[in-house]
């Protein structure tokens, strides 16, 4: 992974620097709320329902068990004995005190990290597949080429103040696992006829108020264009975005209303103009960048047999593990949705123990999900059942992977200023009913999300089932919608019809499920049973 260089620490430490003397203003009275807001969202910090709330970078998931202990310790010290994981693959702290927020941005930055660039209108936290360097699948660990990225957006004066918040995905297999065309640029890393590497772009996606998918503009950047290609796409959009309403700011509507075909021909304008200038990084630098990157030490005679004979832990490595290009290996996830469990809740205890069995048995290196879970990347098979008995002891050893029980949520109106009904007490709901009646042992894969407002961060829309709260004349409201999917078969859901009072959503994805049930054939997913069925069969069941 990533390591600091004396220019990236004295970066990070100089804006902690500012930052508490900031706070201190604000604390004296000598800075207004007005006056504090811009310049406390640049540090990732929010003012939520009942206290602030720091958002931490976790650039494309990927954290060393050091920095992982060091998020427990925050949490205990600073916050209420727990984080929040993200669908942004970040962390979120939601008690924080105003006068503590530099001492946890200093704690931060010993362990190489911070929460610049978690707010406000630039380019956010870039995301990744939380298998990348591990997955069979890979052409290439896409790892490099966001850390590119990310040295490129920080602190980028161009794009500091665009008119709405931006997000990067890199991914680099034809399994998407990153929601990729669901974001402001996807970029899939793809090998042409002739072998080389290069940047497919897929530009306008987005979820929140107007979901839209990207759509493909250009199927081969070469790679040492990269960096030229991407600023090209911003320029277009920071030059025509609206900023006179922000409904209608993101980049997706800007490629909407222009046409895919006209905002590319726009696009390769500017990238000729960006050519002519030579503004692409060294390829020094991103080789510099890749020795940061290289795999482990794996033992080339690792055994590739796994011991099934405890059927518990049978059920766990079929669902929690996922291939790996290492002979002897797996990928494992650990489930942050137990039964009833808040989704992407994760304790100060529990934290510090993830950090602790990945340097047990992850080479010290863990990874966050944008479906809020934890990855240890680097597993042998040798090693998988000692590693799941020390899961299950901490209560994290939930065997529910895509299952109806990996339930995304957001935290909605039990902190969230913005949203309009609980998203938290839905999924503790459904997960519980799943696991009582017996149903979720025979679903397979189900993906279902919750947001509780239209913002979209618990990706509702593109749920298998999707969820999304509403305010219905002061009372919570909940529509639901059926059909999404976030995967490299990306689709949006469709809402079934009118909304549900809080008992009825939880009745409502039973019965969505029940249908499914009585017409799969051949051992479908419940998205395919969906789509080749149509909405009329739910439809009926649902409302009559």
């Known amino acids: 992974m990533y390591k600091y260089d004396q220019w990236d620490q004295a970066m990070v430490?100089?804006?902690?620097?500012?930052?508490?003397?900031?706070?201190?203003?604000?604390?004296?009275?000598?800075?207004?709320?007005?006056?504090?807001?811009?310049?406390?969202?640049?540090?990732?910090?929010?003012?939520q329902l009942h206290a602030y709330m720091l958002r931490v970078a976790i650039p494309y998931g990927t954290l060393s068990g050091a920095q992982m202990r060091a998020l427990g310790d925050i949490a205990d010290k600073f916050d209420r004995k727990y984080g929040h994981f993200t669908t942004r693959q970040n962390i979120q702290y939601n008690w924080i005190k105003l006068e503590d927020a530099g001492d946890i941005l200093a704690a931060l930055a010993k362990v190489e990290m911070h929460a610049i660039q978690t707010s406000g209108n630039c380019i956010r936290n870039i995301s990744s597949d939380h298998f990348a360097g591990a997955a069979a699948d890979e052409v290439v660990d896409p790892r490099p080429y966001a850390e590119l990225l990310r040295q490129w957006s920080s602190f980028h004066p161009e794009f500091s103040y665009l008119p709405r918040k931006f997000k990067f995905a890199v991914i680099a297999s034809e399994?998407?696992?990153?929601?990729?065309?669901?974001?402001?640029?996807?970029?899939?890393?793809?090998?042409?006829?002739?072998?080389?590497?290069?940047?497919?772009?897929?530009?306008g996606g987005g979820m929140g108020r107007t979901p839209m998918i990207a759509p493909l503009i250009n199927g081969f950047v070469p790679l040492d264009r990269l960096i030229t290609y991407a600023e090209a796409c911003l320029r277009v959009y920071n030059r025509y975005g609206r900023r006179d309403n922000k409904y209608k700011a993101r980049i997706k509507i800007l490629v909407h209303e222009l046409g895919a075909e006209e905002y590319t021909r726009q696009v390769e304008e500017e990238f000729a103009l960006l050519l002519a200038q030579n503004i692409e990084p060294p390829f020094a630098e991103l080789e510099r960048i890749r020795t940061y990157f290289e795999d482990p030490a794996f033992a080339a005679d690792a055994p590739d047999e796994l011991d099934r004979s405890d059927p518990d832990f049978a059920v766990w490595s079929d669902r929690n593990t996922h291939p790996h290009k290492a002979p002897g290996y797996v990928s494992?996830?650990?489930?942050?949705?137990?039964?009833?469990?808040?989704?992407?809740?994760?304790?100060?205890?529990?934290?510090?123990?993830?950090?602790?069995?990945?340097?047990?048995?992850?080479?010290?290196?863990?990874?966050?999900?944008?479906?809020?879970?934890i990855v240890l990347p680097h597993v042998r098979k040798a090693d998988l059942f000692a590693l799941w008995q020390k899961l299950e002891a901490a209560g994290l050893g939930t065997p529910n992977l895509d299952q109806v029980g990996d339930i995304i949520a957001c935290p909605g109106l039990d902190y969230c200023s913005l949203a309009n009904a609980r998203s938290i007490p839905i999924a503790q709901q459904i997960s519980q009913r799943f696991a009582a009646n017996g149903k979720g042992e025979i679903l397979g894969e189900l993906k279902l999300?919750?947001?509780?407002?239209?913002?979209?961060?618990?990706?509702?829309?593109?749920?298998?089932?999707?969820?999304?709260?509403?305010?219905?004349?002061?009372?919570?409201?909940?529509?639901?919608?059926?059909?999404?999917?976030?995967?490299?078969?990306t689709s949006l859901g469709k809402i079934t019809g009118r909304g549900f009072d809080e008992a009825g959503i939880v009745d409502a994805v039973e019965t969505s499920v029940d249908v499914y049930l009585a017409q799969r054939q051949n051992g479908e997913r419940f998205l395919d049973t969906y789509r080749r069925i149509g909405m009329e069969p739910f439809k009926e069941a649902l409302y009559g």
């Open 13 to 47: 430490d100089a804006r902690v620097a500012e930052f508490r003397d900031q706070c201190q203003r604000r604390i004296e009275g000598k800075l207004t709320e007005d006056q504090f807001k811009p310049l406390r969202l640049m540090n990732g910090l929010y003012l």
């Open 175 to 203: 399994t998407d696992r990153a929601a990729m065309r669901l974001h402001d640029i996807g970029i899939n890393i793809v090998r042409n006829d002739a072998g080389e590497l290069g940047a497919a772009f897929y530009v």
């Open 332 to 373: 494992a996830v650990i489930s942050l949705k137990p039964v009833g469990g808040i989704p992407g809740d994760a304790t100060a205890d529990q934290m510090r123990l993830m950090a602790d069995l990945a340097g047990e048995y992850s080479f010290d290196e863990c990874r966050v999900t944008h479906t809020q879970n």
């Open 449 to 489: 999300k919750i947001s509780g407002c239209i913002n979209a961060c618990g990706h509702h829309h593109a749920g298998h089932i999707g969820i999304l709260g509403v305010d219905k004349k002061g009372v919570e409201n909940y529509q639901l919608s059926l059909g999404g999917s976030e995967a490299e078969d």
